[in-house]
């Protein structure tokens, strides 16, 4: 990027974004800010929209930048909490994150960057881009503890040419550390967590709102009923709390984990011990893969995640017919859930992903037992 040429800079209110704005101008660059409101004010307190516009004010007064505001709250409802609704009534666990990224922040808002006369649109991700045979590649942020690549797999290939992620190559550390030196009051703001754009607030009472109460058994895989869950839709695989069926009699193997669920009895079924066979899969099947390389004709081995922070898994991957994958861990992986994402990996660069379909068990696991997403 040559000096002069503005950059829109999405300016969230927190520490990453405002230090992405300052690195640009520190290039050279003609630097404005864009602040997305996408979820509308509520009276619970969980909402942090209000007060986070109010910190990309302070960062762009102190930055000496414009600072825009556009709202896609209508749009962010329509594309990605919807689908986000729709997936947990269908008993799978979605990632509204990466559809965010795709269709709001790299979508909508880089579209408006450009109304806006932005040669190019930042954001405070921990992701790198590089320049690569095929184009610009996207890699891993440099501090492997703050990497985000595996919720910017979805967007556009073609997007990638025209984003900038400034704060890429720096530890979280050195990033709190130039906003202070540059007197920053977001410096020491405390990291966004919780769902995109919505916050960190009690999942279940805010799922409730919108998906009623469909009550149904919680069994062992034997068949024996230990209790009543509240509804498919507020239980993950993998997960230990909220299932209130602990100290029951003849049971002494310790705490209780979601293994399946069966949509057509309406039945959760859980076992005992973290790493009960039951919670084991050998293998996955994806739907339609988002390629940020080169597509895949041939089986190919590559590093998959199943879930962001996991270590890479080693795995062989076989394109399938219809866009999706086949992978085949080298480890069988623990708790896989249906409408999470596959993303793959070859070294730092991330090759793309899609959504995971269906899971095969481990091979002491048998008998196979149907998931959310084949028996819809």
């Known amino acids: 990027m040559s000096a002069h040429h503005r950059v829109i800079v999405g300016l969230s209110g927190g520490v990453d974004s405002a230090v992405a704005a300052l690195l640009l101008l520190e290039r050279g660059a003609e630097v404005q800010g864009l602040f997305m409101a996408n979820w509308e004010e509520d009276d619970d307190g969980y909402c942090t929209a209000a007060r986070d516009f109010q910190d990309a004010r302070g960062v762009a007064e102190v930055l000496g930048i414009p600072l825009h505001r556009v709202d896609f709250s209508c749009e962010y409802r329509d594309r ?66 703050r990497d985000q690549s595996y919720f910017l797999h979805g967007i556009e290939r073609t997007a990638l040419a025209a984003i900038e992620f400034p704060v890429g190559e720096l530890p979280k550390d050195e990033v709190r550390e130039r906003a202070r030196r540059a007197g920053l009051a977001v410096h020491d703001k405390p990291d966004s967590t919780g769902i995109c754009f919505i916050g960190e607030r009690p999942f279940r009472q805010f799922l409730a709102r919108y998906i009623a109460d469909t009550p149904g058994t919680i069994e062992t895989p034997a068949g024996e009923r230990l209790g009543t869950h509240h509804g498919l839709a507020f239980y993950t695989l993998g997960q230990r709390g909220g299932l209130e069926v602990g100290g029951r009699v003849g049971h002494t193997g310790g705490a209780w984990y979601v293994a399946r669920k069966d949509p057509a009895r309406n039945a959760l079924i859980v076992v005992q011990g973290h790493d009960h066979p039951l919670l084991l899969s050998r293998a996955l099947r994806t739907g339609p893969v988002n390629w940020l390389s080169t597509e895949r004709q041939e089986p190919f081995t590559a590093a998959v995640k199943v879930r962001y922070r996991q270590e890479d898994q080693p795995a062989r991957v076989t394109p399938l017919a219809g866009g999706g994958v086949h992978v085949g861990f080298d480890h069988a992986q623990r708790a896989v859930a249906p409408g999470q994402y596959a993303v793959l990996y070859d070294g730092s660069r991330c090759l793309g ?24």
């Open 80 to 145: 990605v909490f919807a689908h986000f609704l729709d997936e947990y009534a269908a008993g799978r666990t979605p990632n509204p994150d990466v559809a965010c990224n795709r269709e709001i922040k790299f979508g909508l808002c880089l579209e408006h960057a450009r109304r806006l006369g932005g040669e190019r649109f930042a954001t405070g991700h921990y992701a790198r881009l590089r320049a690569g045979p095929g184009g610009v590649e996207l890699h891993k942020g440099a501090d492997p503890g």
């Open 353 to 376: 992903g899609g959504v995971i379909e269906s899971t095969e068990p481990a091979a002491d696991s048998e008998p196979a037992f149907p998931t959310a997403a084949t028996s819809r």
